[in-house]
């Protein structure tokens, strides 16, 4: 930055733990869990987000002239693309293909989180253009580093824009969320469905609990270290069927119990005095973003009832705007949970190699778009209030 009792200075910290919890957070807001210096100080202290598992720590921090800190980055050296809901393996390929190295790379992230929320986390008292000098930083880092490309994954579309006004190139992706519309009640929800659809989720409500199973709703003081070894069972035992390894371990949701219980809510599903099944969400201010499942044993429907309905119910009751199911699932569409667009920003140093990426995210956006309206197309609301 230019020299000037004005000037701020950006700082690269190896660790979320180098920064002043207090002052993070306040740049961070409160809206989003996932960005709390708890959260992300419980994947670098349980060794989840590391140099050894390819998330270095590499976080930015935006210091006013007076050493406070003004705007942060959570920000991370990458050697693979794995965690991330993001897809470039395929540039990756291309890349290595013509003879370049693809990794390292550096990541604007949520580890192993595909939420959106604010990437360029602004202090409410930051002057104008922080958010400008925040991506200046990115950029000089990559070129001090000789990293291919910076990729900030899943912002807000206000972080997007921005990021496109600066010349990064801009993708688009979706994933399923579910509004509240003022519902005072899951029936006032189904009301607002099709005759169709609405029997078709009071059918599958009904044969959950004709099964005899119980749920319980957990959170704050309700949540005990038994619940954390059964729910981390059922995490690794789904994470060994669909990915090979898991990327989270007990540490970190001993750490998450301890520090953010009541940002948790944990659905537990019992049957027969055994734990069957849980659902792991986390509480934002208004939103209700749903993260992991697992099941050793197989119920009809259940996973429909802990992972979609209950947290239909949790949002009605608590009077929350919207639940985030998380990426993919097209099976969503009909039980409430629309199609909704996601955003990510892509910096990359070979100008051959952006001139390609470039041209395919515009064809993608395209598609994108066009996939969004047609899966509209199969929304369970009636015609009047889709």
């Known amino acids: 930055m230019p020299d000037g009792k004005d000037t701020v200075t950006v700082k690269v910290m190896p660790g979320i733990g180098a920064i002043d919890a207090a002052a993070w957070d306040a740049c961070a807001g409160e809206e989003n869990p996932f960005l709390s210096h708890a959260f992300l100080k419980a994947l670098e202290d349980s060794g989840s987000c590391r140099a050894a598992t390819g998330w270095q720590p590499q976080h930015l921090a935006l210091e006013a002239p007076d050493g406070s800190i003004i705007g942060t980055v959570p ?77 900030v994954t899943f912002p807000t579309e206000a972080d997007w824009e921005t990021l496109g006004e600066a010349g990064w190139l801009q993708r688009i992706g979706q994933q399923y969320h579910w509004e509240n519309r003022g519902y005072g009640s899951f029936d006032d929800f189904l009301g607002d469905l099709n005759s169709r659809k609405r029997k078709s989720i009071r059918k599958e409500r009904r044969e959950v609990a004709e099964t005899g199973v119980k749920i319980h709703t957990l959170t704050g003081d309700d949540l005990r270290q038994e619940h954390w070894d059964v729910f981390y069972k059922f995490y690794m035992d789904t994470s060994d069927r669909k990915w090979g390894s898991a990327y989270l371990n007990r540490k970190f949701f001993r750490l998450l119990g301890e520090t953010m219980a009541d940002r948790v809510v944990l659905i537990l599903v019992e049957d027969d005095g055994e734990w ?49 199911a998380g990426a993919q699932g097209q099976h969503k569409i009909q039980r409430g949970y629309l199609p909704t667009p996601t955003y990510s920003a892509h910096w990359i140093r070979d100008p051959g190699f952006r001139s390609a990426v470039e041209d395919y995210l515009k064809r993608e956006r395209v598609a994108v778009a066009q996939d969004i309206d047609a899966l509209m197309d199969d929304s369970p609301f009636r015609q009047e209030n889709g």
Not at 300 to 319: M, P
């Open 75 to 151: 920000l991370y050296l990458k050697s693979h693309s794995s965690g991330e809901y993001v897809f470039d393996h395929a540039w990756a390929n291309a890349y290595e293909r013509a003879g370049g190295s693809y990794y390292p790379k550096l990541q604007a992230a949520v580890p192993f989180t595909p939420v959106t929320g604010p990437r360029l986390l602004l202090h409410p008292s930051a002057p104008e253009g922080a958010a400008q000098a925040l991506i200046a930083a990115l950029e000089q880092l990559a070129l001090r580093h000789q990293v291919s490309s910076v990729h």
């Open 276 to 324: 069957v099944a849980g659902a792991l969400n986390l509480l934002g201010a208004d939103t209700l973003y749903g993260r992991n499942w697992g099941c050793n044993a197989t119920y009809k429907h259940l996973h429909f009832e802990a992972c979609y309905y209950r947290a239909i119910d949790f949002a009605i009751e608590r009077g929350l705007s919207r639940v985030e």
